[in-house]
């Protein structure tokens, strides 16, 4: 799910739409959509380094 200026964009086939009816009726701007974000991220644990990638488009988090 993601608000951007006032609507949430709510992917479509997802468990969060769902929940699209119940933010509708509690007033919230809804559009369900096919959304492809393409996040990456990095964790920085006392162990190391722990990655990941979103598993929608291209990349894989890789390391030792």
């Known amino acids: 799910m ?3 200026f006032g609507t ?7 468990s969060a739409e769902k929940l699209g009816s119940k933010l509708h009726k509690m007033g919230f701007k809804i ?15 006392a162990e190391g380094f722990e990655g990941g990638a979103d598993p929608r488009r291209e990349g894989i988090a890789l390391g030792d």
């Open 8 to 14: 949430f964009d709510i992917e479509k086939g997802t």
């Open 2 to 4: 993601l608000n951007r």
């Open 31 to 45: 559009k369900v959509r096919d959304l492809n974000s393409g996040l990456q991220g990095i964790l920085i644990t």
